[in-house]
């Protein structure tokens, strides 16, 4: 069973940073991209920056400059690092995985979300 756990989510000042990281446990042979998106409240969920396996980024035009996606390979982790936070970065940040199990069904997983919010 595949499972992406987020953890670092929290309550920070304008201008201020955090960091969110998510690891994925299970029975997995490797994972292809892996990425944040993030939901406001009475907003659709939106791409923040998705990474590749071999370490290619791609980020959206809303946090470029400002947020830094990274991973570790060996270890199924993936983390984002946010700089100069704005008020409008608030909402619930999920990350996901293309997950290839050693058993059971390659696609997108997802974890269950941790709150970033962000004080003005």
């Known amino acids: 069973q595949v499972q992406l756990v987020e953890s670092g989510g929290g309550l920070v000042h304008a201008g201020g940073s955090l960091s969110v990281s998510c690891v994925a446990s299970?029975?997995?042979?490797?994972?292809?991209?892996m990425g944040w998106y993030r939901q406001a409240p009475g907003k659709q969920r939106e791409l923040v920056a998705t990474?590749?396996?071999?370490?290619?980024?791609n980020y959206a035009d809303s946090v470029k400059g400002r947020f830094t996606i990274s991973r570790d390979n060996a270890k199924n982790t993936v983390t984002l690092q946010m700089n100069s936070l704005k008020p409008e970065d608030t909402a619930v940040y999920y990350c996901?995985?293309?997950?290839?199990?050693?058993?059971?069904?390659?696609?997108?997983?997802w974890g269950q979300g941790t709150q970033v919010t962000v004080s003005s």
């Open positions: 996901s995985g293309y997950v290839h199990p050693r058993a059971g069904n390659t696609g997108d997983y």
């Open positions: 299970g029975s997995i042979f490797f994972i292809e991209d």
């Open positions: 990474i590749t396996r071999t370490g290619n980024t």
